[in-house]
């Protein structure tokens, strides 16, 4: 009986840890970030259909990549990092940027673990409508006001704010 409530209270405990993720903040494993961008993700689509019903993302799915955020046309993924296993180059230039780690690492989970998640999904939304421009700096223009405007309307302006 006594190892049954250690287990109920280790599963509990363990729910709790994974739930006090935020978006704009480092997340703290793979598993919880994967799961807040699928839900997310659905969302995003949820709100491009309001606009127009023909345009399906086709289900983007989000990957765990070190070297992420970024958007990948050829397996339709959303690929997101996290600071614990983030290559030491982008944890230093965090950390350079902001003139300590403390500084680096809430700047990357506002950029990486907030902000660029629907900015990726931009992506994913102009190849979905087949409106891509001819350049990479109005794509990338595009997909910011796309992330934006997306969490504008989450009501996320004190993220943003600190974001610029
Ligand atoms: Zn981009």
Not at 107 to 129: C, I, K, T
Request: charged share 20%.
């Amino acid at each position: 009986m006594k190892t049954l409530l250690t287990i109920i209270a280790l599963i509990f405990s363990y729910n709790i840890t994974f739930a006090q993720n935020e978006w704009f903040e480092v997340y703290g494993d793979t598993l919880s970030l994967n799961n807040a961008s699928e839900e997310l993700t659905k969302d995003f689509q949820k709100q491009i259909s309001k606009i127009d019903t023909t345009i399906s993302l086709n289900r983007p799915k989000t990957l765990f990549n070190p070297m992420g955020p970024f958007f990948n046309s050829k397996n339709n993924t959303i690929n997101l990092p996290i600071w614990d296993l983030a290559p030491e180059m982008f944890q230093g230039f965090c950390t350079v940027v902001m003139g300590s780690e403390d500084e680096g690492k809430e700047l990357f989970g506002l950029f990486f673990n907030g902000f660029y998640v629907p900015h990726e999904l931009g992506h994913a939304l102009q190849f979905a409508a087949d409106k891509r421009f001819d350049n990479e700096y109005d794509n990338e223009y595009n997909a910011n006001i796309i992330g934006l405007l997306y969490w504008k309307n989450k009501g996320k302006k004190a993220e943003l704010e600190k974001c610029y």
